[in-house]
């Protein structure tokens, strides 16, 4: 039983799902035209397409065994991809279609998976409790009960993870810390962007 609620934490609790819920959720309560919503929206579901479809392509090829990237030369692999796709699509929010607060999400999520890669010699940062932390930080802008439910959501993947064996302590604790370093400058940019 145990096993099976963790395996449906972390599929809940995954960065493909956690992080474009939050951020439309906080899009429209924040006031967002819906036409920037309906853009938002589209942008997030293909992105999650694009990262999906990769990874589902990487297994089909063989040079992947599961789609969640698990063993180190897969994860470079995907690390790499996301870096590259996150950071063009923060490029893009920022000048073709502005959206500062997407953008800057973006941005703030290519930093952690730039933070996973350059700790990546010494340990797999956990990404799932990573965007989990950095979602429960953006649900500030619904207010602190909302954050409140996300960091005890973010805590419940990470022990998912654990449970799965896909993380140690450490790495869930660095991923949290990634995460909760990327909302404080989201939180702190998002002024002076906007």
Known sequence: MKHRVARWLSILGHPLLVLPGVALAVGA????????????ALALVLLAATIQFASWWQVRRGRWQHVDASHRHERRGLNRFLLVLLAASAVFFATLSPQPALALGLACAAAMIAAGMGLAPWLKLSLH?????????LLWALGPTAMALGLAFAGAVAWS????GRHRRREL????????????????????VT
Do not use: K, M, T, Y
Request: hydrophobic letters at 65%; a positive charge.
């Open 29 to 40: 309560a924040s006031g967002g035209s819906r036409r920037q919503l309906g853009i938002a």
């Open 129 to 137: 409790a990573s965007f989990a932390v950095f979602s429960a930080a």
């Open 161 to 164: 993870r654990w449970v799965l």
């Open 173 to 192: 604790l660095a991923g949290a810390l990634a995460g909760a370093a990327a909302g404080l400058v989201f939180w702190w940019l998002l002024p002076r």
